[in-house]
């Protein structure tokens, strides 16, 4: 780095474990016109990363959010309250956010409650002009000891909702996919301008419309048995995503779709977990038929990529569909769940 100039900032990019890997490569990719971001360290549902292109960072679809790491060497939470470090703290805090409008600031640690940390809410609520909200505060500062240096860290998120939590999503269904997760698998397929997706059991929409979001040209369609939630819902977030006239809806079961044959590039399906949404037919025959069904409408070179906690059955199901190869397997995590995710090739 040339004498005098200043590191780029530091933030903290916040993930889903088991996206780790593909996180790191949609900011690379994203970078890649430019020039190279430098990943400084990843761990256990985060990235480190060191740049001024914060924009970059919360283009990430595969990012749930990004936040500003003030480091401070102080030995005890209370030596944050000193002047100098709440008016540094106070300082980042406004590059971070970047102008952005907040209602009022909250305080994320161990021990949030305490005297210490209330204090140290107040006084930096007061610093920006904010209230001090612990309960609704949607300007999120999360005080952590620092692992590896002396001292404590401040992380300053630089968004009021985030980035995983889609503006589009107007309409819930039981049991929807994480956003973040969503696009992660149209990151897996590898779709390509104009592709066509199906959806299967597509509840609210979410993957369908990550991949007309993420991809040129591309049409969707959405396929479910549930007509009087699911789709109404998947048909209120595609509007609100601005991507309505490119997806068409269907309500038809899964074994059985109202597609012509090789008239997909690309599909997707994240089957019932069973806690919150279950299938009438018994998981062996659902299997089945969705591959069977699946590879019917798939054009040559088709992906299909799944998203499943009935993991061993679902395995056995792929081993025994000859039309289907499997490519890759990998664990993710989401509200409690560890699903796994399938890549398949014809």
Known sequence: ?????????????????????????????????????????????????????????????????????????????????????????AREARAATGGRPFTAL???????????????????????????????????????????RAGWEVHVRTTPRPLATRPWRVARFPGSLNAAIAAHLVRLAGPRPGDRA?????????IAIEHLLAVRGATAVGVDLDGRRALPAAAANAAAAGVAPRLSLARADVARLPLAPASAAVLYADLPYGDKIRSAAPPDELYAGLLADAARVARPGARLVVITEDIARFARAVAGAPSWSLRSRARVFQSGHRPEIFLLGD
């Open 106 to 148: 909250r305080v994320v640690a161990a021990g949030a409650e305490s005297t210490v940390m209330a204090r140290l809410g107040g006084s930096l609520a007061a610093e920006l002009g904010l209230p001090h909200d612990q309960a609704d505060g949607d300007l999120v500062v999360r005080v952590v000891r620092d692992a590896d």
């Open 198 to 206: 199906v959806n299967l059991a597509c509840g609210a929409g979410t």
């Open 1 to 89: 780095m040339p004498s005098g100039r200043t590191r780029p900032p530091l933030w903290q990019v916040d993930v889903l474990p088991g996206l780790e890997d593909g996180a790191r490569s949609e900011i690379e990719a994203l970078a890649r016109r430019e020039r190279p971001v430098a990943v400084e360290e990843v761990g256990d549902g985060w990235l480190r990363v060191r740049d001024e292109r914060r924009d970059l960072l919360e283009r990430a679809r595969t990012v749930v959010a990004v936040s500003r790491v003030v480091h401070v060497a102080v030995p005890r939470p209370r030596g944050l309250l000193g002047h100098e470090h709440l008016t540094r703290i």
